[in-house]
């Protein structure tokens, strides 16, 4: 079998990635396995001790442990210390070091639907969680022209916007305003829940004023088009679903285990066909 590599969740039996990373370690040839690995909250730390002491190469780490699993590493990337998450831990000569990819994963399927750099783009992040958290702190590194957000609780949207440490102009907006405001933006992104199956015909904000030409994201992949997507495509704008950010995510993991590169369409084809799409 070589070497193993896994993913530590709670629950994890709905997970696509040990599928979406066996492929690839099959496609590349390489004599490895990925198993997922369902471990409640307070196993974490004997799961994480196991891992150790079985040598395991890297794993990735996702709900409810993106947090928890911090104070059981060895160091942790400045990425991922901003975004207050890591997702991928590597084992570097016996220590374990945490990463966070899900932002840059975003980030990285965001960037070929873009006809301006990063710099030139103004950016509304709809949302407040742990995902939008990650994907602003990876736009500010990266260097967005401006990135503002909005959230129903605008205290938290604030919480991201004042932990950030990397410089960037950022308002918090209200929903109201956000909604009144669209157009002064070049790229929407919606981070929340609101959309997700079964729940599809939910929108986290109304896109009544939106114009065409806007570049309009929704992390959900479940479904494939959600509505919120539905309805900036029907007004003109170009629309990504969240396969890119979850096949972009994985496939970083995956480098920095191997210091390969995976076949990134091969991996959002296997995604797809999972789906039904």
Known sequence: MGELFGLLGHPVSHSMSPLMHNDAFNHLELPYYYQAFDVAPNDLAQAVN??????????????????????????????AVAIGAVNTVVNEGGKLKGYNTDGQGYVESLIP???????????????????????????????????????????????IVNSCPYSTISNVKSIQKAEVTVNEYDVLIQTTAVGMSPDVKQMPMALDNLESGKIVSDIIYNP????????????????????????????LSFEKWTGLKPD???????VKVQLGG
């Open 264 to 270: 990134k369409a091969r991996m959002e084809e296997i």
């Open 113 to 159: 639907k873009l006809a301006k750099p990063l710099s030139e783009q103004k950016v509304l992040v709809v949302g407040a969680g742990g995902a939008a958290r990650a994907i602003f702190v990876s736009l500010a590194k990266r260097g967005v022209a401006q990135l503002d957000i909005t959230n129903r609780t605008e205290q938290k949207a604030e919480s």
């Open 224 to 251: 494939i088009q959600t509505a919120w997507l539905q309805t900036a495509e029907a007004k003109g704008s170009m629309i990504l679903n969240g396969i890119g950010m979850f096949v972009g995510q994985g496939a």
């Open 50 to 79: 196991g891992l150790r002491v079985l040598n395991v190469k890297g794993f990735n780490v996702t709900i409810p442990h993106k947090v928890a699993i911090m104070d059981l590493l060895d160091e942790i990337d400045d990425e």
